[in-house]
């Protein structure tokens, strides 16, 4: 995959998964988590930019399709709910790690 796929495919999951955490904030309007994480994933969908440390760390994982989408999901589900996704770095730093 190309920096731009990834990124593509980062985007496509964040935004995805901030739908999802709306409709779950709507069916628990009590947690105000879901509500949160949607606006962070959001956020971190408008900030989608891989550097070079970046694609080298996930280079050796992209062939692994199916690995490659479970972490994807993973981490952004993680997004709101857990410590440490205060930027698009951040992210990168914890989808890496979910790959290793």
């Not at 709910?81 to 205060?86: A, I, T």
Request: charged share 25%.
């Amino acid at each position: 995959m190309t920096r731009t796929e990834v990124e593509a495919a980062i985007y496509a999951s964040l935004r995805r998964t901030a739908r999802w955490r709306q409709s779950v904030a709507k069916r628990f309007p009590s947690d105000p988590r879901n509500h949160a994480a949607a606006l962070r994933l959001g956020e971190l969908s408008r900030n989608v930019a891989l550097t070079a440390d970046h694609m080298t760390a996930l280079a050796p994982h992209l062939d692994d399709v199916e690995r490659w989408n479970e972490a994807l999901s993973d981490t952004s589900r993680c997004v709101g709910m857990r410590p440490g996704f205060d930027s698009f770095d951040a992210y990168a730093i914890q989808l890496i790690g979910a790959l290793q």
